[in-house]
C-alpha cells in the first residue's frame, strides 16, 4: 500500500514538471512571436507613445479652440476665440484664418498683446460667424526664421446661428 501511494505521487509530481514545462515553453514561444510583430499603420496611434512629446523645435501646433456661446447666438456680433496651441519656443502669431462650412473664408490678425505663454499658452482673436455656420475650421501663420509658416489646421462645431 505504501509503495502505491509512493508511485501515486512520483507520478503527481512528474505530471506537474511535465505541465510547468509546457507552460514555461509556450510562454517563451508567445514572448518571441511578440516580439517579431509589426505594428499596423492604424494601431500605431495607440501604441505610439510619441504624442506625449512636445513638438519638434520650431514648430508650432494647434491643440484646441473654444468661442463662448450662448443661447442667444447672433451673426452680427463679434465673438473671440480662445485659440489653444503648444510650442517649445515663443512664435511670433501673424494671422488667424477660419474656413467655415460652406465656403467662406476669413483671416484675422493676431495682436502681441492678445497672445499669452504661461504654462498653458494660447492666442485670442476676434471673429464673425456667418449665419448657418455648424463647423469652423482654423490655422494660424507665424513667422519663424523670416518665413511664413503655417500650423495644422484644428476643427470647432458651433451650433447653427440665426439672423435676430
Same mark, same amino acid.
Given at each position: 500500500?505504501?509503495?502505491?501511494?509512493?508511485? =501515486?505521487?512520483?507520478?503527481?509530481?512528474?505530471?506537474?514538471?511535465?505541465?510547468?514545462? +509546457? =507552460? *514555461? $515553453?509556450?510562454?517563451? !514561444?508567445?514572448?518571441?512571436?511578440?516580439?517579431? +510583430?509589426?505594428?499596423?499603420?492604424?494601431?500605431?496611434? /495607440?501604441?505610439?507613445?510619441?504624442?506625449?512629446?512636445?513638438?519638434?523645435?520650431? @514648430?508650432?501646433? *494647434?491643440?484646441?479652440?473654444? @468661442? #463662448?456661446?450662448?443661447?442667444?447666438?447672433? +451673426?452680427? !456680433?463679434?465673438?473671440? +476665440?480662445?485659440?489653444?496651441?503648444? &510650442?517649445?519656443?515663443?512664435?511670433?502669431?501673424?494671422? &488667424?484664418?477660419?474656413?467655415?462650412?460652406?465656403?467662406?473664408?476669413?483671416? =484675422?490678425? !493676431?495682436? &502681441?498683446?492678445?497672445?499669452? /505663454?504661461?504654462?498653458? #499658452?494660447?492666442?485670442?482673436?476676434?471673429?464673425? $460667424?456667418?449665419?448657418?455656420?455648424?463647423? @469652423?475650421?482654423?490655422? &494660424?501663420?507665424?513667422?519663424?526664421?523670416?518665413?511664413?509658416?503655417?500650423?495644422?489646421? @484644428?476643427? /470647432?462645431?458651433?451650433?447653427?446661428?440665426?439672423?435676430?
Amino acid at each position: 500500500m505504501r509503495k502505491k501511494k509512493v508511485a =501515486v505521487r512520483q507520478e503527481f509530481f512528474l505530471v506537474m514538471r511535465l505541465l510547468l514545462k +509546457a =507552460v *514555461l $515553453i509556450n510562454m517563451a !514561444v508567445l514572448l518571441v512571436i511578440s516580439s517579431w +510583430a509589426t505594428i499596423t499603420e492604424g494601431q500605431q496611434g /495607440y501604441f505610439n507613445r510619441d504624442f506625449m512629446k512636445q513638438p519638434s523645435r520650431g @514648430i508650432l501646433k *494647434l491643440i484646441s479652440m473654444d @468661442i #463662448p456661446q450662448s443661447w442667444n447666438l447672433s +451673426a452680427d !456680433v463679434e465673438y473671440w +476665440a480662445t485659440i489653444k496651441f503648444d &510650442a517649445d519656443f515663443k512664435p511670433e502669431i501673424h494671422r &488667424a484664418c477660419f474656413n467655415f462650412l460652406g465656403g467662406s473664408q476669413s483671416c =484675422v490678425d !493676431v495682436q &502681441a498683446k492678445d497672445v499669452t /505663454y504661461p504654462s498653458h #499658452p494660447h492666442f485670442r482673436v476676434p471673429i464673425h $460667424i456667418p449665419v448657418g455656420t455648424k463647423r @469652423i475650421d482654423c490655422y &494660424a501663420e507665424y513667422i519663424q526664421e523670416g518665413e511664413t509658416q503655417r500650423t495644422n489646421t @484644428i476643427t /470647432y462645431s458651433v451650433i447653427i446661428l440665426k439672423k435676430e
